[in-house]
């Protein structure tokens, strides 16, 4: 029988769900507004380490990384595009893409353990929300 | 006429050559002797982002990460690898791939921004470097 994927639930309450790619969903971290913050989660049950994705998974997963790469630079201009796959508290792999921006609080350090979380008001998660899906729809990720 | 790669002079310093990977150069962090460290340098001038690379470079590098980790998995049995692409303040493009280790004096939080930097004593590196290039020898890191 084959285990469901089924997201894991600390993604599921600091996220908004903005599409299905063929690997991975793609999601917008909500609990942190001053970076744009992607999540690409494999659509993958048991998968911790990206070695443990089969090989034409991880080929997949590259393109995707890439493909919200482009979207992050499309939209916001980033200096610079990070991205981890760290998964010390949150065990389900995950992938964050996080734009590094010209007005960025802790530039050039890495984001975390610099500030409070500091989630995104109502509003501001909407235009956000607004913007990525249109890009989204325009196709302008595509590389 | 093109470029030809040169590693850029703060990886240079801060790391010591372990291989030559089909795509990137393999190469350890001198700089921190709490966390088996490697970096991955793909041997391509003038990228920045995973976003930068041709796609094959792209599939060559996820399977070199996947490469990277098993063997930190092999020799270290970590509690979780982290992988992260951030490049923020070395813009040619490199990979961390880092053996969160059981006496982890920051578990589970990410690394950066923790602790100021803990070079290795000689003799300590001389062990790891001959840890890591038995290893790659043996074949231990092949999926």
Redesign the interface.
């Known amino acids: 029988m084959t285990e469901d994927f089924v997201l894991h639930q600390q993604l599921a309450a600091d996220t908004v769900w903005i599409a299905d790619w063929p690997l991975s969903s793609l999601l917008l971290m909500r609990a942190e507004r001053r970076w744009p913050w992607l999540i690409l989660v494999p659509r993958r049950p048991g998968k ?4 443990d ?1 089969e ?1 034409a998974d ?2 997949l ?3 995707e ?3 919200a ?2 979207l992050l ?1 499309v939209l916001y201009d980033p ?11 949150v ?1 389900q792999l995950h992938v964050h893409v996080i734009a ?1 921006t010209r007005d960025d609080p802790v ?4 984001i ?3 500030l409070p979380a500091e989630p995104y008001e109502a509003s501001e998660l909407e235009t956000r929300l607004a913007q990525l899906r249109h890009a989204l729809t325009a196709g302008r990720h595509k ?1």
Chains 1, 2 share one sequence.
């Open positions: 911790r380490e990206i070695a994705l090989r991880r080929a997963l590259i393109e990384i890439a493909d790469t482009r630079q200096l610079k595009v990070n991205v981890a796959a760290l998964g010390n508290s065990s590094r530039w050039p350090k890495p975390w353990g610099q590389g």
